[in-house]
């Protein structure tokens, strides 16, 4: 490999280690923003019998970016839900590799058709401007920075499989059968932010 090709890859690793960062850090902000309103309005309904109006409202859409970020980085590490009994079936390496090529080529079909509804929601927000209803922070905030993160899971969710597709894809071509890594969970980095 040239210098220039070195320097791509370099780049490649650097922004796909920065984007999995980035999706750690919107996960942890989002676990514990979400986890502090909870326990604000429990302890202000259940110990001051008061409540504190928007705290709700806000850990509801901040779960949006817990949920859709968790499922971005379930795709990425293969640990997201899945119910197949076909390890029962198939044996060989080279068929569940077919077969994983297979179910991330239909994984990743279906988030891309799903992608421009999550732009034309995305943009539908953009052009509303709808506002919240609680003024929980002094003011009322766009709702639009909630509603974007169903089109960030969904790009990011499809981009994976998208990428793991192609990584089978290359092992079946090149009839490599001992690629059995893209058959299990990824390892957990070493830090996890």
């Known amino acids: ?27 942890l902000a ?3 923003f979400t986890t502090t309103a909870i326990m604000i309005e429990v302890v202000m309904r259940y110990i001051f019998s008061s409540s504190i ?4 409202e806000l850990a509801a859409y901040s779960a949006l970016w817990l949920y859709f970020s968790g499922a971005a980085y379930g795709t990425y590490t293969r640990v997201h839900i899945t119910a197949e009994l076909t390890h029962l ?5 080279r068929q569940m590799m077919a077969l994983k090529f297979l179910t991330n080529l239909i994984s990743f079909g279906l988030l891309a058709y799903i992608v421009p509804w999550g732009w034309r929601y995305l943009e539908w927000g953009l052009t509303r401007h709808e506002q919240s209803s609680s003024t929980f922070l002094g ?3 766009d709702i639009v920075f909630f ?29 490599d059968d001992t690629r059995t890594d893209l058959l299990t ?7 996890w932010i």
């Open 139 to 141: 003011s009322t905030y």
């Open 30 to 32: 989002a676990i514990v």
């Open 89 to 93: 079936i198939f044996r060989s390496p």
């Open 1 to 27: 490999m040239n210098s220039a090709g070195a320097g791509w890859a370099k780049a490649g690793h650097v922004l796909w280690d920065g984007l999995l960062r980035l999706q750690r850090l919107i996960m």
């Open 185 to 191: 969970d990824r390892p957990e980095a070493d830090t």
């Open 53 to 56: 109006i928007g705290v709700q």
């Open 147 to 175: 509603q974007s993160a169903i089109f960030y899971g969904i790009v990011l969710m499809a981009f994976y499989f998208f990428v793991e597709t192609l990584q089978c894809l290359r092992a079946l071509l090149s009839g």
